[in-house]
Nanobody
Framework: EVQLVESGGGLVQAGGSLRLSCAAS????????IAWFRQAPGREREGVSCISNREGISYYADFVKGRFTVSRDIAKNMIYLQMNNLKPEDTAVYYC?????????????????????WGQGILVTVST
């Protein structure tokens, strides 16, 4: 069974940092493009970042560029999202996913699955 499990969320003050981790099982971290999404209360889900499966090229939404960094450790089957200089507007449930092509804001982000797989989501709260 293919699975993604997030960890590392929590409460942080504005300007602080958190690192989210995503553990992949049932495949290896370079089989598919892996993306991070988030959804804040009352808002639609939005793409945050994507890392391509072959070259590990990263892509970012404009609102996190320069603050967030996506990375992976293929040997450990882990994908990470380092979030620095967090803002209250970054408060959301964050998901890692192996999305379908149509669900990703970055069509160039490598190989996509026909059936998407999502983690359970993890809450990040940034206080003022």
């Amino acid at each position: 069974e293919v699975q993604l499990v997030e960890s590392g969320g929590g409460l942080v003050q504005a300007g602080g940092s958190l690192r989210l981790s995503c553990a992949a099982s049932g495949w290896t971290a370079d089989d598919y493009a892996i993306a991070w999404f988030r959804q804040a209360p009352g808002r639609e889900r939005e793409g945050v970042s994507c890392i391509s499966n072959r070259e590990g090229i990263s892509y970012y939404a404009d609102f996190v560029k320069g603050r967030f960094t996506v990375s992976r450790d293929i040997a450990k089957n882990m994908i990470y999202l380092q979030m620095n200089n967090l803002k209250p507007e970054d408060t959301a449930v964050y998901y890692c996913a192996a999305p379908r092509y149509d669900d990703s804001p970055w069509p160039q982000c490598g190989r996509y699955r026909d059936l998407d797989v999502w983690g359970q989501g993890i809450l990040v709260t940034v206080s003022t």
